[in-house]
């Protein structure tokens, strides 16, 4: 089993809500792939913060120090793009699946959907369970 540990570094309720969202979809989908919070930003593999950047295009952005599996990732999530509790919890999903590789698609009917304005779900999709089986069984 692939275990990621976060840490978040706010306090925005909106923000916290989001993430426990998005840890709770990757803890129920059935390939072999958990979450489990870090103790300490220095026990933690994943980094989650937030910020306010209205001049920014994006709502959410994955990224790594290097592309070494176990490097910490960096997960940023942009309050000013995200207009409600649905699309937050989206925001959140889909930024925690690109810290496991799974890269954006077009399809609107897949949490992977690069598009916030167009993406139909916010919760992991079929495609990205799969995906997730194959990479990690």
Request: hydrophobic share 35%; with cysteine; net charge negative.
């Amino acid at each position: 089993v692939e275990i990621e540990r976060p840490y978040i570094i706010s306090t925005e309720s909106k923000l916290v809500a989001a993430v426990d969202y998005a840890v709770n979809q990757i803890n129920i989908n059935p390939a072999p792939v958990s979450v489990s919070y870090a103790s300490s930003y220095n026990n933690a593999n994943i980094i989650v913060s937030s910020n306010y950047w209205p001049s920014a295009e994006w709502s959410g952005l994955t990224s790594q120090v290097n592309y070494n599996y176990d490097a910490q990732k960096n997960i940023y999530l942009n309050s000013s793009k995200a207009s409600g509790d649905w699309l937050t919890k989206g925001i959140a999903t889909h930024e925690f699946a690109h810290a496991w590789g799974v890269s954006d698609c077009e399809n609107p009917s897949s949490i992977e959907c690069g598009y916030d304005g167009t993406r139909t779900v916010n919760y992991i999709t079929s495609d990205v369970t799969t995906l997730f089986q194959n990479r990690y069984q």
